[in-house]
Structure formats: C-alpha cells, structure tokens
C-alpha cells in the first residue's frame, strides 16, 4: 500500500526558509511522478512543484520559482520542498502527493487521484 506522508511545517518568519520532507512508502520515489500542492484558507489548492520519476522539476506556479526547490533521496525514499525567502503569501497547508494532477486549479484538492497525504502547515508572519 502506498502511503504518504508530509513533516516540517511550522511558524517561520517571513524571509525565512523551511524544508518539508515527504516520506513515501510502498514504492520507489525514484519511480514516481511526485508534487507538492498548497492550499490557502479560501484559495484554490494549487500544484506548486513537481519531481519525476525521470528527475525532471517542473514548476506550475511561478511564484516560487527562485525560491523552493524540490528533491529527492532515494535510499531513504523521500522527497523534500525547501522552502525559501518565504513570504505571508506563502502560508498554507502542503500536500505531498504521489500521481499529481495537472491543471485542477479548484478549491477541492483533487483526492480522486493518485495518494495524498495529511499535510503540513507553513505559517509565515510578517
């Protein structure tokens, strides 16, 4: 069974940097397609950052990019977000997730594919 699941949220002062780690289990990261979504309170839940199983990244919202990267370690089955120069806007709950959806921009986050985890809350403060 594939399971996902996502660490390093927290309070972080704007300007600061963050890594969430994304512990997936039950198949290989490094023959997985995985992304990070957000979700703001009254925001659309966004694809933000995505890994392949290939090693290509591909970014879906340019207002990370220059900022949060994504990578992975395959002897420990993990992928990361590292998360810098945040800003206020950057606060949400982040999902990692194995098999992403490209182009669901919605306020309900696209649970009806691939595997999501609980999610990790990055509160940025001015």
């Known amino acids: 069974e594939v399971r996902v699941a996502e660490s390093g949220g927290g309070p972080v002062q704007a300007g600061g940097s963050l890594r969430l780690s994304c512990n997936v289990s039950g198949v290989a990261v490094d023959k997985s397609d995985i992304g990070w979504y957000r979700q703001a309170p009254g925001h659309e839940c966004k694809l933000i950052l995505v890994i392949n199983s290939d090693e290509r990244r591909l970014y879906y919202d340019d207002s990370v990019k220059g900022r949060f990267t994504i990578s992975r370690d395959n002897a420990k089955n993990m992928v990361y977000l590292q998360m810098t120069s945040l800003k206020p806007e950057d606060t949400a709950m982040y999902y990692c997730?194995?098999?992403?959806?490209?182009?669901?921009?919605?306020?309900?986050?696209?649970?009806?594919?691939?595997?999501w985890g609980q999610g990790t809350q990055v509160t940025v403060s001015s």
């Open positions: 997730v194995k098999s992403y959806l490209v182009g669901y921009d919605r306020m309900d986050c696209p649970r009806f594919v691939g595997h």
